[in-house]
């Protein structure tokens, strides 16, 4: 359940802190009071798309934090999928920080998550009913998923085996397509592939060759200072033809001179032993150098030759790939893909060998659901029928239709519409041609009723939920809100004094005007209080004596309606 919700720097909002109970939660206000700001703050922080105009006004950033006790197993597996850590409170405090910049950082327990993960934890955690959620129910491309959410976990195992086929079958049927092109471009495309593959075969490339080729150009076109330097190097050791003598010689003269002495201490021994090591060092150097400027040859034709081949290479790589690996994977694509075109024929037969395997698999999977659709419509629309005499629709037929259409695709080949009629005798048509707004929003909440029964969600959110209503039909409304608040947390948002009264928790939305600032604030109130708020709804500007004891009698008489439900 949604234990806390705390707003800081949203709109006129300053900051607020709100505790919601476990069972029906109350909120009212005048117009412009700051309602929809509330229900727009808990939107932003569960992941919809927010500007950054929803800053209060002179502040850098805003702060939006939910606090929800998870007992939903559904959720606790995905945090844990997630890696988020929660402990044996079982507390979930999700956060979002929204920056002067537009950018916002959303956290679950103090760890950064993305937006994606916030909506798929929140989806089992909270449902809300926007203002004109009920109007979605005139679209009917949304009839099936909402029929489907009645079907529950029959049917999600099916979808999801369902969809791969389905993308699976798709692939296929663009390499259909694909493969029937007319004649002369197969020809033409061969031909290209031809040369492509032709012109990688003919360079005979070896894995590993550029590096080589780069170490061996390096080497030939610095050959001359390469030379130079060794010739210069080796001088420096083993001397010249001249009188002057090199390094070597020198050190030889040092190696007999210690050792005359040596004997005479044994750290002269040390020294003498050293260079000598040395001498044979530099012996050794100096021979391996002068064995490798014998062999040297600066052979103009070696780097013409290592040149070429790096430009061959290099123009290969510019038009296939960045490595010789590269290149090579390229040429076995096209190599495949030259195989398909020769042999077009079979290799179409191939494919529709497999479209026509994956299409019975398909529509095996599409008669399951649908089964599952028809047999799960049935009991809704009657549960559905129940639930709209309970909130004042006596006379209604609700029927939900499921016919195959004419193709398949990644959900199935049912065409779902929910139909209705509200008088006797006239036969069930489309929501559009039937359903007023008030009808509407008592089908919604029917609907909202019945799928809490069957979901997992803790928490559900109605935004006025009482559009087009008032008098008895608005009492029922409020006895069936609490209801659903005996199984499930609600939170809902009203002007009707009859749904008001039902609340176990009745909040005020109130602006005012602190130090010519304009805030919006939220306060819980006192059974007193309460009925003050009431007799607002009911009266309007003038509270009269009999206003305020039709307050109190209507709370009076909600409370002790609720203690008989179970």
């Known amino acids: 359940m949604l234990m806390h919700l705390h707003v800081k720097n949203i709109a006129l909002?300053?900051?607020?802190?709100?505790?919601?109970?476990?069972?029906?939660?109350?909120?009212?206000?005048?117009?412009?009071?700051?309602?929809?700001?509330?229900?727009?703050?808990?939107?932003?922080?569960?992941?919809?798309?927010?500007?950054?105009?929803?800053?209060?006004?002179?502040?850098?950033?805003?702060?939006?934090?939910?606090?929800?006790?998870?007992?939903?197993?559904?959720?606790?597996?995905?945090?844990?999928?997630?890696?988020?850590?929660?402990d044996d409170s079982k507390e979930l405090l999700i956060t979002r920080k929204i920056g002067s910049n537009g950018r916002s950082v959303f956290r679950m327990n103090g760890q950064v998550v993305t937006t994606a993960i916030v909506k798929d934890v929140s989806a089992k955690l909270i449902d809300i009913h926007g203002?004109?959620?009920?109007?979605?129910?005139?679209?009917?491309?949304?009839?099936?998923?909402?029929?489907?959410?009645?079907?529950?976990?029959?049917?999600?195992?099916?979808?999801?085996?369902?969809?791969?086929?389905?993308?699976?079958?798709?692939?296929?049927?663009?390499?259909?397509?694909?493969?029937?092109?007319?004649e002369q471009k197969r020809k033409q495309e061969i031909s290209f592939l031809e040369f492509e593959i032709n012109e990688i075969e003919s360079a005979n490339l070896k894995t590993g060759e550029d590096n080589r080729l780069e170490e061996d150009y390096k080497r030939l076109s610095n050959g001359k200072k390469i030379a130079r330097t060794l010739s210069h190097v080796l001088t420096s050791i083993s001397g010249d033809d001249s009188a002057i003598k090199g390094g070597a010689d020198l050190i030889g003269e040092g190696v007999h001179i210690l050792g005359e002495i040596k004997h005479f201490d044994t750290s002269i021994d040390t020294f003498h032993r050293q260079l000598l090591n040395i001498e044979m060092l530099m012996s050794d150097c100096s021979r391996d150098m002068h064995d490798y400027l014998n062999d040297f040859e600066l052979d103009e034709s070696q780097f013409e030759e290592v040149e070429n081949r790096m430009?061959?290479?290099?123009?290969?790589?510019?038009?296939?790939?960045?490595?010789?690996?590269?290149?090579?994977?390229?040429?076995?694509?096209?190599?495949?893909?030259?195989?398909?075109?020769?042999?077009?024929?079979?290799?179409?037969?191939k494919i529709n060998l497999e479209i026509d395997k994956i299409?019975?698999?398909?529509?095996?999977?599409?008669?399951?659901?649908?089964?599952?659709?028809?047999?799960?419509?049935?009991?809704?629309?009657?549960?559905?029928?129940?639930?709209?005499?309970?909130?004042?629709?006596?006379?209604?037929?609700?029927?939900?239709?499921?016919?195959?259409?004419?193709?398949?695709?990644?959900?199935?080949?049912?065409?779902?519409e929910f139909l209705i009629s509200t008088n006797v005798g006239e036969p069930?048509?489309?929501?559009?041609?039937?359903?007023?707004?008030?009808?509407?929003?008592?089908?919604?909440?029917?609907i909202k009723s019945i799928l809490a029964n069957s979901d997992d969600i803790n928490t559900l959110i109605?935004?006025?939920?009482?559009?087009?209503?008032?008098?008895?039909t608005a009492g029922m409304v409020a006895e069936k809100l609490a209801h659903i608040s005996k199984r499930h947390q609600v939170i809902c948002i009203t002007h009707l004094p009859q749904i008001a009264a039902m609340g176990d928790t009745h909040?005020?939305?109130?602006?005012?005007?602190?130090?010519?600032?304009?805030?919006?604030?939220?306060?819980?109130?006192?059974?007193?209080?309460?009925?003050?708020?009431?007799?607002?709804?009911?009266?309007?500007?003038q509270i009269t004596d009999?206003?305020?004891?039709?307050?109190?009698?209507?709370?009076?008489?909600?409370?002790?309606?609720?203690?008989?439900?179970?």
């Open 13 to 86: 909002i300053d900051e607020m802190n709100v505790d919601f109970n476990h069972n029906l939660n109350i909120m009212t206000g005048e117009t412009g009071a700051g309602k929809s700001i509330i229900i727009g703050s808990i939107n932003a922080v569960l992941g919809e798309k927010v500007s950054k105009d929803i800053i209060r006004t002179g502040c850098d950033n805003a702060l939006i934090e939910l606090l929800f006790h998870v007992n939903n197993k559904t959720v606790m597996d995905k945090l844990h999928g997630y890696d988020i850590n929660i």
């Open 546 to 566: 009999a206003t305020m004891a039709n307050a109190e009698e209507m709370i009076n008489f909600a409370e002790e309606l609720k203690r008989g439900i179970i």
């Open 428 to 446: 069930p048509k489309s929501l559009d041609k039937v359903a007023s707004g008030g009808e509407l929003s008592r089908i919604m909440l029917a």
């Open 359 to 416: 299409k019975k698999e398909i529509e095996e999977y599409c008669e399951r659901l649908s089964q599952i659709r028809k047999e799960r419509a049935k009991y809704v629309s009657k549960s559905i029928v129940q639930a709209l005499k309970d909130i004042n629709l006596q006379n209604t037929d609700f029927v939900i239709n499921v016919d195959k259409s004419d193709a398949f695709n990644s959900t199935g080949w049912d065409d779902v």
């Open 311 to 349: 430009d061959q290479l290099n123009h290969l790589k510019m038009k296939y790939g960045q490595s010789i690996q590269e290149i090579i994977a390229y040429k076995q694509d096209k190599e495949k893909r030259l195989d398909e075109l020769v042999h077009f024929e079979a290799h179409l037969h």
């Open 462 to 472: 109605f935004d006025e939920i009482d559009t087009g209503i008032s008098g008895m």
């Open 131 to 182: 203002q004109h959620a009920h109007q979605s129910l005139l679209n009917r491309k949304n009839h099936l998923r909402l029929l489907d959410t009645f079907c529950g976990e029959d049917i999600l195992v099916i979808k999801d085996k369902l969809k791969i086929k389905y993308q699976r079958y798709q692939e296929l049927c663009k390499q259909v397509d694909h493969s029937l092109l007319d």
């Open 507 to 541: 909040y005020m939305i109130k602006k005012i005007v602190e130090k010519n600032n304009t805030l919006t604030t939220i306060n819980p109130l006192n059974k007193e209080y309460a009925i003050k708020e009431l007799a607002r709804l009911l009266g309007g500007v």
